[in-house]
């Protein structure tokens, strides 16, 4: 009986949202329709290799036998070691962080130890870290897709092609989360200066407290790193539906 997968609450407007409730931006709405949005993002060599994942006929050879894989395990697997990842940062959660999050510059200066840098740093590194556990993860579901039936092998296929074709669209577009992060650390930033007494000197070592200004930033950073992850996981997890409803008993 097939065990089954795992279910995450997944909303592609979950990262918009996340973003948008800590950095005010103006974005007008696309008339476009979503065909026409789609077209921008497929150059014309992507192009050809979808129409061809989608007009190959279907192969009616016999599945290769292989180790049947369980998707819900791998899948719970990957996303906790990531969300672990997340949430034990080494310092705001004392832990063995695999990524560790930044201290503060340990001294008065206070726009050196007010430096973003090392938190963009930060991000960019739990970037790397998803996309290099959950590539692998997604080509092991596409080809246990193809090994079930024609159907689901032109699935694996048409899966593979938007893959590479949305790759560098999905890389440039999340590369600039960590730069509207920036804008939030910055006022979290500016607004703590400002509340301070004039001629009063400011104690970094106080700005990871619950409550303080950085601290502040380190919760919502987390939060949309995990957001971020959800969306990662969306063609995993659309991949994984695929295969349960084969082996679903009937």
Known sequence: MARASPRTR???????????????????????????????????????????????????????????????????????????????????????????????AWHAGTEGAADYLPYHRYYLAHQRD???????????????????????????????????????RERSLLASVPQLLGRRFEQLHQAHRRVQPAGAADDPARWLQPGAWLHTFCQDMRLVLQAELDLRLQPVQGLMDALNEVKRPQ
């Not at 036998?65 to 697997?77: I, M, T, V």
């Not at 997604?138 to 893959?163: F, H, N």
């Open 130 to 168: 998803m996309g290099a556990a959950i590539a692998p993860l997604r080509a092991s579901l596409r080809a246990e897709l193809a090994r079930q039936s024609p159907a689901l092998r032109q699935l694996a296929t048409l899966d593979g092609v938007l893959d590479q074709a949305f790759a560098p």
């Open 10 to 104: 997944f909303d592609s407007a979950q990262l918009i949202r996340a973003l948008s409730a800590l950095v005010a931006t103006d974005v007008a709405d696309s008339r476009q329709s979503f065909a026409d949005r789609l077209g921008q993002w497929l150059d014309f060599a992507d192009a050809i290799a979808l129409c061809s994942a989608l007009d190959s006929p279907a192969d009616t050879r016999a599945p290769a036998a292989a180790e049947p894989l369980a998707p819900g395990d791998e899948f719970a697997r990957v996303r906790g070691a990531l969300l672990d990842s997340i949430n034990t940062d080494g310092l705001l959660t004392p832990g063995k962080a695999r990524i560790r999050l930044p201290a503060p």
